[in-house]
């Protein structure tokens, strides 16, 4: 009478031959995916400090136009002009002269209220008086910098897997008051 114990397998017992191996390719996948993660987490710690500098560089070169005593706007396609400054001819308005720039204020109050910009497009679509009418935000008194970084060269394991480019640009925009309104 003989008793007879039965164990359950343990991990070092062999296993059936179709399972052979499975856990340490659990294990190889566990570990790309790791890596996976981690090489995400370093990109896009590389692309926020990326889009942090232009931001800043953006915001420097507003915060030195809204300073400046005469008003810089740059990247703007409207540009009003208030009056102009005699050359070394000291005749106004021949070719050495250069504009004194204005503001929309000036120019919307005294010009294109009293043109009717609407009235004025349908007698000749397409006029500049028109456009100006519908003047962006750029033309108030507020000064824009913009700073484009240069391309971030993406991580080969984040281009195959995630995103197919090979490197990411950033664009910033600043818009700041200019602050020596005359």
Not at 50 to 57: C, D, E, I, N, W
Not at 88 to 113: E, F, H, M, P, Q
Request: hydrophobic share 45%; charged share 15%.
């Amino acid at each position: 009478m003989g008793i007879e114990m039965s164990y359950p397998p343990s991990a070092f017992s062999r296993q059936p031959k179709g399972r052979a191996g499975q856990a340490t390719a659990e294990l190889v996948v566990g570990l790309l995916a790791l890596l996976v993660v981690f090489m995400g987490m370093l990109q896009i710690q590389s692309l926020a400090r990326a889009h942090t500098q232009t931001l800043l560089a953006a915001r420097q070169q507003a915060g030195q136009d809204a300073l400046a005593s005469p008003y810089v706007l740059r990247n703007a396609t409207l540009r009003w002009i208030s009056d102009w400054q005699a050359g070394t001819d000291k005749i106004i308005y021949s070719r050495d002269d250069t504009a004194r720039l204005g503001n929309s204020g000036a120019a919307n109050d005294g010009i294109i209220v009293p043109a009717n910009p609407s009235a004025l497009n349908t007698y000749v679509p397409g006029n500049e008086l028109s456009a100006a009418s519908t003047a962006t935000l750029a033309e108030l008194f507020l000064t824009h910098g913009q700073s484009i970084s240069q391309p971030i060269d993406l991580f080969p394991i984040i281009r195959n897997l995630v995103y197919g480019a090979t490197a990411i640009q950033f664009q910033s925009d600043a818009w700041l008051t200019w602050t020596h309104i005359e």
